[in-house]
């Protein structure tokens, strides 16, 4: 079945640093790949999509990148802030498949 | 105007009590899903629906029922609630797969 592998955290940063969350992913056919984020006591918003291999996905300065042949879709910030802390989730989701396929999040933080 | 919304945020109940928990989306998506999101913060699928049927129902215990008496509607109706119920619920929706999915602000149930 399909899964989504991420790093584990919880990862700790001062302002300005540069953030890289990893994230790959097994899937039997084409999948779209998405990061999500949540902002305490709040739901999950979508940060970046890609449907297709080598797309790139951006907003807010995150930047992700559809790598078919390493299975991975990382997501990188060049400068964080402190309003970047929250849970990153990687998910995917295949077209033969009803459902969203979450990795286990990554809590981020970031001081100023 | 909010595009999933659930309802209540907060729920807090007695070990046997029976409580719903309500979900309507105004985007038109035929889709919608119920994901339960534990104190790790690990998001799991509960159950799919697709033009209000039935097409994914990931080991729940019985005394979970979703129903959705319209595309735009899918409520979680739990019996005999237990602590290890406590946890965040989810409602999100999606056009259809694999697109990206719209998530409610969630439900903070605590059983006591």
């Known amino acids: 079945g399909n899964s989504v592998t991420q790093?584990?955290?919880p990862v700790t940063l001062s302002e300005e640093a540069f953030l890289t969350i990893n994230c790959?992913?097994?899937a039997t056919g084409y999948p779209s790949l998405f990061w999500y984020?949540?902002?305490?006591?709040?739901?999950?918003?979508?940060?970046?999509?890609?449907?297709?291999?080598?797309d790139k996905g951006s907003n807010k300065g995150f930047e992700a990148t559809y790598r078919k042949e390493t299975t991975s879709f990382h997501l990188e910030k060049g400068s964080v802030q402190?309003?970047?802390?929250?849970?990153?989730f990687c998910a995917l989701s295949d077209p033969d498949d009803y459902k969203l396929s979450f990795g286990a999040g990554t809590t981020v933080t970031v001081r100023a | 105007d909010t595009a999933v919304s659930?309802?209540?945020?907060?729920?807090?109940?007695q070990m046997g009590n029976d409580k719903s928990i309500k979900c309507e989306q105004?985007?038109?998506?035929?889709?919608?899903?119920?994901y339960k999101q534990d104190s790790k913060k690990f998001l799991k699928i509960m159950f799919s629906y697709n033009n209000k049927e039935l097409i994914i129902n990931e080991t729940v215990p019985n005394r979970f029922s979703p129903k959705s008496p319209d595309k735009a509607h899918l409520?979680?109706?739990?019996n005999s609630?237990?602590?290890?119920?406590?946890?965040?619920?989810?409602?999100?929706?999606?056009?259809?797969?694999?697109?990206?999915?719209?998530?409610?602000?969630?439900?903070?149930?605590?059983?006591?």
């Open chain 1, 7 to 9: 790093m584990e955290g």
């Open chain 1, 24 to 26: 790959t992913y097994t």
């Open chain 1, 37 to 54: 984020v949540q902002y305490p006591g709040e739901g999950l918003q979508l940060l970046l999509k890609a449907t297709k291999a080598d």
């Open chain 1, 82 to 88: 402190v309003s970047d802390s929250a849970v990153y």
């Open chain 2, 6 to 13: 659930q309802t209540p945020k907060y729920l807090v109940t």
């Open chain 2, 26 to 34: 105004n985007l038109g998506h035929d889709t919608m899903y119920w």
């Open chain 2, 75 to 78: 409520n979680l109706h739990i």
């Open chain 2, 81 to 112: 609630l237990e602590l290890g119920d406590s946890a965040v619920y989810f409602c999100a929706s999606a056009p259809r797969p694999p697109r990206e999915a719209f998530f409610g602000q969630g439900t903070r149930l605590t059983v006591v």
